[in-house]
T-cell receptor
Framework: KQEVTQIPAALSVPEGENLVLNCSFT??????LQWFRQDPGKGLTSLLL?????REQTSGRLNASLDKSSGRSTLYIAASQPGDSATYLC????????????FGSGTQLTVLP | GAGVSQSPRYKVAKRGQDVALRCDPI?????LFWYQQALGQGPEFLTY????????KSGLPSDRFFAERPEGSVSTLKIQRTQQEDSAVYLC????????????FGPGTRLTVT
């Protein structure tokens, strides 16, 4: 059974800093990995999706990497802004699954102005 | 529609009551998922539909939980005889063709059982 872990659980950084959020998964036979953002009281907003054949995806100030062999993914946020404050969740779809996402518990990010 | 919508956004139920939560997926999306998110945790899978067929219900926590999607569009998650441990946010997601794995989420329904 796939298990997804995110470290740290919470992170506070000053505005302008570059930062990395970590995600690890136990079953390397994943089909893809997706990063989401969740604001308080809101649903999930998809940020980046990396297919198993890819090593990274970029969107604006965000870059996500995937290393299946080590069971790790990272989300890099450049030049952080207070508006980036949210909970960031990673989720994996395993190749043998019925396509449901298995989520980590998230990293709560606070960017201080 | 522009996105996945869910109603109601908030629901308070007394223990033992039945509740029904509605999900309107993105128009034309074939796949629909329900997830349950406890406070401070990531969402956990409940059930999956492809069109009107419920292909996976392995995540439903008990036989008090029931989901349907009779016409392959709108879905309803029903919880019978609610218990306090059912308090959570219930999220619905949809995705396009069966080969498209990117899921789009609704705002969720926050259920509080008192």
């Amino acid at each position: 059974k796939q298990e997804v872990t995110q470290i740290p659980a919470a992170l506070s950084v000053p505005e302008g800093e570059n930062l990395v959020l970590n995600c690890s998964f136990t079953d390397s036979a994943i089909y893809n990995l997706q990063w989401f953002r969740q604001d308080p009281g809101k649903g999930l907003t998809s940020l980046l999706l990396i297919q198993s054949s890819q090593r990274e995806q970029t969107s604006g100030r965000l870059n996500a990497s995937l290393d299946k062999s080590s069971g790790r993914s990272t989300l890099y946020i450049a030049a952080s802004q207070p508006g980036d404050s949210a909970t960031y969740l990673c989720a994996a779809i395993s190749s043998g699954s019925a396509r449901q996402l298995t989520f980590g518990s998230g990293t709560q990010l606070t960017v201080l102005p | 529609g522009a996105g996945v919508s869910q109603s109601p956004r908030y629901k308070v139920a007394k223990r033992g009551q039945d509740v029904a939560l509605r999900c309107d997926p993105i128009s034309g999306h074939v796949s629909l998922f329900w997830y349950q998110q406890a406070l401070g945790q990531g969402p956990e899978f409940l059930t999956y539909f492809q069109n009107e067929a419920q292909l996976d219900k392995s995540g439903l926590p008990s036989d008090r939980f029931f989901a349907e999607r009779p016409e392959g569009s709108v879905s309803t998650l029903k919880i019978q005889r609610t218990q306090q441990e059912d308090s959570a946010v219930y999220l619905c997601a949809s995705s396009g063709s069966p080969g498209s794995y990117e899921q789009y989420f609704g705002p969720g329904t926050r259920l509080t059982v008192t």
